[in-house]
Nanobody
Framework: QVQLIESGGGLVQAGGSLRLSCAAS????????MGWFRQAPGKEREFVAA?????YYTDSVKGRFTISRDTAKNTVYLQMNSLKPEDTAVYYC??????????????????WGKGTLVTVSS
């Protein structure tokens, strides 16, 4: 079992930066694939970034967001730079034992955090 708790969301102006953190518990955390997803009001949940032995990003955040992990701290991060109003959403951390990247999405997530809200003002 893996428990995930996100933090770091907030209100920022366009062009600003935030770093989201996902603290994980579980004795096998280092073996899990990790990802970030987001859901804007009235829209479907979408893939943002993931990390296993490589990193993957949706096209809209490439060059602006960076996913990383610190296994010693059981934590995964999402560094978000050059934020835009369209980045406004609830951001969710996720974990899976056998995740799969298909070129536009990362599948196979089994555990999800409750989310942290990111609001970008214009």
């Amino acid at each position: 079992q893996v428990q995930l708790i996100e933090s770091g969301g907030g209100l920022v102006q366009a062009g600003g930066s935030l770093r989201l953190s996902c603290a994980a518990s579980g004795r096998t955390f280092s073996t899990y694939d990790m990802g970030w997803f987001r859901q804007a009001p009235g829209k479907e949940r979408e893939f943002v970034a993931a990390i296993d032995y490589s990193t993957y990003y949706t096209d809209s955040v490439k060059g602006r967001f960076t996913i990383s992990r610190d296994t010693a701290k059981n934590t995964v991060y999402l560094q978000m730079n050059s934020l835009k109003p369209e980045d406004t959403a609830v951001y969710y951390c996720a974990a899976g034992q056998r995740g799969y990247y298909t070129g536009s999405y990362y599948h196979g997530m089994d555990y999800w955090g409750k989310g942290t809200l990111v609001t970008v003002s214009s």
